[in-house]
């Protein structure tokens, strides 16, 4: 609920006073306060999700392969609206939809590594190989990011130079932070949520099936 | 170390043995490098640029059935069972399958670059080691994670998709660098290029080479 309070305010705050509206972009630029915040989070999930994998593989705890699950749901979520208002920005903006930018790349590399994560885990039956499974890709497709970025940047910049200038106003700045915490929270929501649902199927799993109702002894009448 | 010499030696023993379907992986290889001429149409030009494109492309196709395959050879009769029941180090078994995956993706390469030569008129302005050193490190970066992940997918309903989907977007960096440190080698590098590629992939394989031993011990016991 805070969260979505807060969005709804640094959203108000960003979209409707005149004075948060970006200097060259206008009215299109705004968007910044919804995809910035989206990719943040994005990325914090997976970086939960890389936490949670490392601990689910050290423990074995079914708590820690829960999490696993419910961040890499929640971080593909957020990837997928990522790109989608990314490219509902470019088209207005740079005039295409898509361009291989090397954070472009990266992000729709990303939603592939670990969407295959949520593809793994419900072809396993078994809790405990699904465990060791999911997180080993877990693991390996957050330690490649940084590598996918890097090698897509160089293929780039080879060609030519792509830089956007980074530089946010002080005016945008506040309506930007309140909404990247918004989202942040609605985040944390989302994971906990999905955690709790993923406990308690891994538990129910988990329980020996319930035994059929003993026989009732023989009575016999004298 | 012993372990992995005799995984290795016994794995490239097998293939020996059946050398028909090494030789229908080349043909499959090949196949793809027909039908990438056949979709762009007859243009020399467009051919011999995008050549290191079409050999690194076909080498990637068939490198999931050659992967299937060496774990397949485990699995059938129980043979990882019994290897797993022998006191041999994890570690030794993966870096044996893995060695033996890249000579063979090694040596599809090396019939794969004199077809590309024939097919798509490719010029040779650099010299032959870096396109040898490339195809080395390439197929290299290809067979470590390759391996890992065959062996995650082998005991999986729908693996033969769940293998390219977590290979392909695993592999992007080691495309990108392979196809440019090839297409340099090919047509020319008058800028000097071709070194950091070649330490892209190097940095790639180091990476992939050791985490990927660290995390198949776990992988192959589940």
């Not at chain 1, 999490?67 to 903006?93: D, H, M, R, Y």
């Amino acid at each position: 609920m805070l969260g979505l309070g807060l969005l709804v305010w640094a959203h108000y705050a960003g979209l409707v006073h005149e004075e948060t509206s970006e200097f060259m972009m206008g009215d299109v630029g705004r968007i910044l306060y919804a995809h910035v915040p989206t990719a943040w989070n994005g990325l914090l999930t997976y970086l939960v999700a890389f936490i949670a994998a490392v601990g689910a593989l050290a423990t074995s705890k079914k708590g820690w392969d829960a999490l696993v699950e419910a961040s890499v749901e929640v971080g593909v979520l957020l990837n997928v609206l990522l790109l989608i208002q990314g490219s509902l920005w470019a088209k207005p903006t740079w005039g295409v939809w898509w361009d291989w930018d090397p954070r472009l790349t990266t992000s729709a590399i990303m939603v592939v590594a670990f969407g295959v994560v949520l593809a793994l885990r419900q072809s396993i039956q078994e809790p405990g190989r699904r465990l060791t499974i999911s997180s080993v890709a877990t693991i390996v497709a957050f330690i490649n990011v940084p590598i996918v970025y890097m090698s897509v940047k160089w293929w780039r910049t080879l060609h030519q130079d792509f830089s956007t200038p980074e530089t946010v106003d002080a005016t945008l700045k506040l309506p930007l932070r309140v909404a990247a915490f918004g989202m942040l929270f609605i985040g944390i929501f989302f994971v906990v949520a999905r955690w709790r649902i993923a406990m308690r199927r891994l538990s129910r799993e988990m329980d020996a099936p319930e035994l059929p109702d003993a026989p009732k002894p023989l009575t016999v009448e004298a | 170390m012993n372990t992995m010499l005799q995984i290795l030696q016994k794995d490239l023993f097998i293939e020996w043995r059946a050398r028909s379907r090494t030789i229908s992986l080349i043909s499959f290889a090949y196949t793809i490098l027909l039908l990438f001429s056949f979709a762009v149409g007859p243009n020399a030009v467009a051919m011999r640029q995008h050549a290191a494109a079409y050999l690194w492309l076909s080498i990637l196709l068939s490198s999931t059935l050659l992967l299937d395959r060496s774990m397949r050879i485990e699995i059938e009769a129980g043979a990882l069972h019994t290897l797993l029941l022998a006191p041999v180090s994890k570690a030794g078994l993966f870096y044996g399958k893995a060695l033996a995956n890249t000579f063979q993706l090694m040596v599809l390469a090396g019939i794969s670059i004199p077809l590309i030569y024939v097919i798509c008129d490719a010029t040779l302005v650099e010299s032959a080691g870096w396109l040898i050193l490339t195809a080395i490190l390439g197929t290299a970066g290809l067979a470590a994670p390759g391996t890992l992940y065959s062996a995650m997918t082998a005991r999986m309903t729908g693996k033969q998709l769940l293998l390219p989907l977590l290979l392909f977007p695993l592999v992007v960096p080691v495309i990108v660098a392979a196809v440019k440190a090839t297409t340099l080698a090919m047509l020319g590098d008058p800028m000097d290029q071709i070194g950091a590629w070649l330490t892209l992939l190097i940095c790639f394989d180091l990476v992939y080479w050791s985490l990927c031993g660290v995390l198949f011990g776990r992988v192959i016991e589940a």
